[in-house]
């Protein structure tokens, strides 16, 4: 593989509100990497246009490109970047055991929650259904993650360094509050929430400021 400084910065094709999309910058932002952002809109299904099928036939966000690599899925992304960026932070803990516990409590949000309340779920589900639908398995989610996160805890999600766990959580926390999740119900998590919203590289990949953040919803 090329070192880091011959190969051209990594181009991120994202959605400002994507959860996944909004892991991917998180990551990017704790490690310092710049890169381009190439903004997808949805809404507008360009997500499903001739030109982003041609080279993500999968048609979702994120879409990862660093020199030859090519990658979809966020978790798949998220692993490259800190295998081919490992420093200056590590999101993965060295140990096995600890290496483990992240992935398993990352995995809690990233595989078991939020694809039952992204957009593609939610309009089969209707809009009658589709908030009470997000909350149920959300706050379902959450009491599984809060247990881990109880044992588990430091300044962040494990520990005293934001690992995969934070950077998954971080969106979700939006996600929970925008569908009217009960949080009180949640401390720990809470806990978390209060952390992200002082660290530099969480706002700066938060939803309300991005290129592609719709002006009454921008941060002020």
Known sequence: MSSESDTPRPILYSYFRSSCSWRVRIALALKGIEYELRPV???KRE?????????????????????????????AILEYIEEAFPSPVRLL???????????????IIALDIQPLQNLRVLQKVGD?????????????????????????????CVGDVATLVDVCLAPQLYAARRFGVDMSKFPTI????????TEEPFIR????????????????
């Not at 009658?128 to 962040?156: C, M, N, P, S």
């Not at 809470?190 to 919203?197: A, F, N």
């Open 128 to 156: 009658e259904r589709k908030v009470e639908w997000a909350r149920d398995f959300i706050t379902e989610g959450f009491q599984a993650l809060e247990k881990g996160l109880e044992k588990a805890h430091g300044r962040y």
């Open 93 to 107: 803990p060295s140990a096995p055991d600890k290496r483990a516990l992240v992935r398993s409590l990352a995995h």
């Open 190 to 197: 809470c806990k978390m929430e209060e952390v992200y919203k």
């Open 41 to 43: 809109n949805l809404l």
């Open 205 to 220: 990949a938060a939803f309300d400021r991005q290129p592609d953040t719709p002006e009454d919803l921008r941060a002020t």
């Open 47 to 75: 997500h499903k246009g001739d030109e982003f099928i041609q080279m993500n036939p999968q048609g979702f966000v994120p879409y990862f490109v660093h020199g030859h690599v090519r990658l979809s899925q966020s978790l």
